[in-house]
């Protein structure tokens, strides 16, 4: 018997906006990171229920179109697909698109129709920090300007991004929702909170915490991990380990993570990326990406790096085991020792309901 979906809760009004089918949240989301998108390269996306190609043209930016021709329909980045400087020229007949999506040739005609000047979506792009995203919004508003700079980024000593992606059968609202729950960390990963806070402006949400991991707590072991995720989360217990940090949800779907980890072994800085983008009423691509550096003048072992860069993607995949498998509650059973999960749901409805002019 197939899964009801998500979104598939009642045949009533859905309790909240972001239940209803076809609706995916106003605001910036994650494709890419910049490495992945080499100058020349031609890529499918396909998110928000629609398919998408991406490309970097001549000049280095990053563009984003709908994927089909608005000719007679060939998907840009079929075989044949091919881009001219900042341009893509369509597969079938050529005709030839600029990044904002106008026509702006077509091979065998003396004049190109008015309809086809426009007829081709093109999405807002930005591109920072080594990733790439793009402004999503059914109502056609311009993109605001949310997106924090990571300051540590580029810096001598931090690197690139070390990411690990995943596809699962999840509702956007559960990922997001992880920011408020001060009672899933010792279920989930382990550790004992010291702290717990959590704050709200107009776009974002901000979590401010204190957890020292501790000897026998029960934590998710997430499958296929390719080293000792219990072995090294000992050796953080054992070092008297204790992270203070700041979450902080920037707009409906990306989430930036700053925080010190001081212990007698290693001390440490590190900001992480999280975001998820829908691909569908279903499905989410989720992506954790981690830079970090030394808080002393000793620069941090590689094999340190490559160790912490996969106890947090497991770390995030905890929760990723979680979501995969659950449903959305539209109406829960919450107590006291909850977090503020219905006020972080009305603020995250906002990003699905129309701009008052």
Known sequence: MARPSHKETTTMQ????????????????????????????LQRLHYFGRDLVLYRGE??????????????????????????????????HGWTFDPEGRCVDIPYAKRIPERARHALRGWPVLEKDGYIAVWHDPEGNPPEDYLPDIPDWGQAGWGDWHFHRSRIRAQPCDVIENI?????????????????????????????????QTAGARRIIPPGLAFDFAASTAEAV??????????????????????????????????????????????VDLCSAVILASLTDEPLPAEFVELYANTAHAAFGQDVEIWKDKIYQADPILCDGDGPVNKLRRWYEQYYLPLRS
């Open 59 to 92: 000049s280095g930016r990053a563009v984003v179109l709908d994927a089909h021709c608005p000719h007679l329909g060939a998907h840009l980045a079929s075989d044949g697909g091919r881009l001219i400087g900042d341009n893509i020229a369509c597969p079938f």
């Open 180 to 212: 408020v729950d001060v009672a899933h960390f010792a279920h989930v990963h382990g550790g004992e909170v010291q702290s717990f806070e959590a704050s709200f402006t107009d776009r974002t949400v901000t979590q401010r915490s204190r957890v020292r």
């Open 14 to 41: 859905p309790a909240y906006a972001f239940l209803a089918p076809g609706q995916f949240a106003r605001g910036w989301h994650i494709v890419r990171f910049s490495r992945e998108l080499a100058t020349g390269e």
């Open 238 to 283: 054992a070092a008297g380990s204790e992270v203070t940090g700041e979450a902080t949800y920037h707009g409906p779907a990306i989430m930036t993570y700053c925080a010190e980890s001081r212990s007698e072994l290693v001390s440490f800085r590190t900001w992480w990326v999280n975001w998820h983008t829908p691909v569908n009423d279903d499905e």
